[in-house]
């Protein structure tokens, strides 16, 4: 694991045993069948800035779009966002920006206007991109995407254990209760359809204020959101949202006093990559860089 900050504050997080949870939650992945760590096989990074989210609440857009182009360049190892983009998306796209308006914690204007400003820095004419979640399948602009970004909050949640990366894209199915068994395990599979194969770029899951308990459909509750102030940004939608897995359990074990797994488990992460090879799991496998504020960063 790449780090460029201070060593990360973990004397509650192994006095509970987190780790442990979080291996259960996401599955052990390779290392553990042989007994061989893995070698890192994607890159991860998260950035964190205290004062993207003031202790009030608001938050600062023109920050949140700095760490992500901090995170972009980190991420493909450039020296410039600039270059960093250009790995994402060229001129002659034709870009979705895949969103999650669910209103009591959505993506933030601001890192879709950031989003958006970036690829038509790249060349991308605006008539070529276009932001959306629920209506995607009738959005021109998705209907004819050659390359999909990927971006939600993470949160817990009541059929699949957590709203993930991988599960963002459950709005391109035209029945998505048709992967909602076993706690939504066949969530893999929608990325395997010919109109998302090999088109989601890259994966931003918004940790800002994540939601960390629920109880029932659609729980929501201010008690369960936490300033943490990140974003994890990487190709690998398996390996995004397995780091954010780890962080929400260690927040829940940490909150409730004892190991408090995600129920139903959220292996839909696992299994996509497993089943689906849509990424890794195993933190072994993970290069996680960090970068920015690393107080209580949990990972």
Same mark, same amino acid.
Not at 205 to 210: I, S, Y
């Given at each position: 694991?790449?780090?460029?900050?201070?060593?990360?504050?973990?004397?509650?997080?192994?006095?509970?045993?987190?780790?442990?949870?979080?291996?259960?939650?996401?599955?052990?992945?390779?290392?553990?069948?042989?007994?061989?760590?893995?070698?890192?096989?994607?890159?991860?990074?998260?950035?964190?800035?205290?004062?993207?989210?003031?202790?009030?609440? +608001?938050?600062?857009?023109?920050?949140?779009?700095?760490?992500?182009?901090?995170?972009?360049?980190?991420?493909?190892?450039?020296?410039?966002?600039? &270059?960093?983009?250009?790995?994402?998306?060229?001129?002659?796209?034709?870009?979705?920006?895949?969103?999650?308006?669910?209103?009591?914690?959505?993506?933030?204007? &601001?890192?879709?206007?950031?989003?958006?400003?970036?690829?038509?820095?790249?060349?991308?004419?605006?008539?070529?991109?276009?932001?959306?979640?629920?209506?995607?399948?009738?959005?021109?602009?998705?209907?004819?995407?050659? +390359?999909?970004?990927?971006?939600?909050?993470?949160?817990?949640?009541?059929?699949?254990?957590?709203?993930?990366?991988?599960?963002?894209?459950?709005?391109?199915?035209?029945?998505?209760?048709?992967?909602?068994?076993?706690?939504?395990?066949?969530? #893999?599979?929608?990325?395997?359809? %010919?109109?998302?194969?090999?088109?989601?770029?890259?994966?931003?899951?918004?940790? /800002?204020?994540?939601?960390?308990?629920?109880?029932?459909?659609?729980?929501?509750?201010? &008690?369960?959101?936490? %300033?943490?102030?990140?974003?994890?940004?990487?190709?690998?939608?398996?390996?995004?949202?397995?780091?954010?897995?780890?962080? /929400?359990?260690?927040?829940?074990?940490?909150?409730?006093?004892?190991?408090? %797994?995600?129920?139903?488990?959220?292996?839909?992460?696992?299994?996509?990559?497993?089943?689906?090879?849509? #990424?890794?799991?195993? %933190?072994?496998?993970?290069?996680?860089?960090?970068?920015?504020?690393?107080?209580?960063?949990?990972?």
């Amino acid at each position: 694991m790449s780090q460029k900050t201070g060593s990360v504050n973990r004397r509650d997080f192994f006095r509970i045993g987190t780790g442990a949870a979080a291996a259960s939650l996401i599955g052990a992945g390779g290392a553990e069948a042989d007994d061989k760590p893995s070698a890192p096989t994607s890159r991860v990074v998260l950035i964190r800035e205290k004062a993207v989210v003031s202790e009030e609440g +608001a938050l600062d857009g023109e920050m949140l779009h700095a760490m992500l182009n901090r995170a972009m360049s980190d991420l493909f190892e450039v020296e410039s966002p600039e &270059e960093a983009w250009k790995k994402v998306v060229s001129p002659s796209d034709v870009v979705g920006i895949k969103t999650n308006v669910w209103r009591n914690l959505r993506t933030p204007v &601001e890192l879709e206007e950031a989003i958006r400003s970036e690829v038509m820095k790249v060349g991308v004419k605006p008539d070529d991109v276009a932001v959306d979640d629920r209506g995607v399948l009738e959005n021109p602009v998705f209907q004819r995407a050659t +390359a999909l970004i990927n971006t939600r909050p993470l949160r817990t949640h009541n059929w699949s254990g957590l709203g993930t990366c991988i599960k963002n894209l459950i709005m391109f199915v035209p029945r998505p209760p048709e992967y909602h068994g076993d706690s939504c395990a066949p969530l #893999g599979a929608m990325w395997k359809l %010919p109109e998302l194969e090999c088109k989601v770029k890259l994966n931003i899951l918004v940790m /800002l204020t994540p939601q960390f308990h629920g109880v029932g459909p659609h729980s929501f509750s201010k &008690e369960y959101i936490w %300033p943490y102030r990140g974003l994890i940004v990487g190709v690998d939608p398996v390996a995004v949202d397995a780091t954010g897995a780890r962080i /929400l359990q260690a927040k829940r074990d940490l909150y409730f006093g004892e190991p408090r %797994p995600i129920s139903p488990p959220a292996h839909h992460i696992e299994i996509a990559g497993s089943r689906y090879g849509l #990424g890794v799991s195993d %933190p072994e496998a993970i290069d996680l860089v960090r970068l920015g504020w690393d107080e209580d960063a949990l990972i």
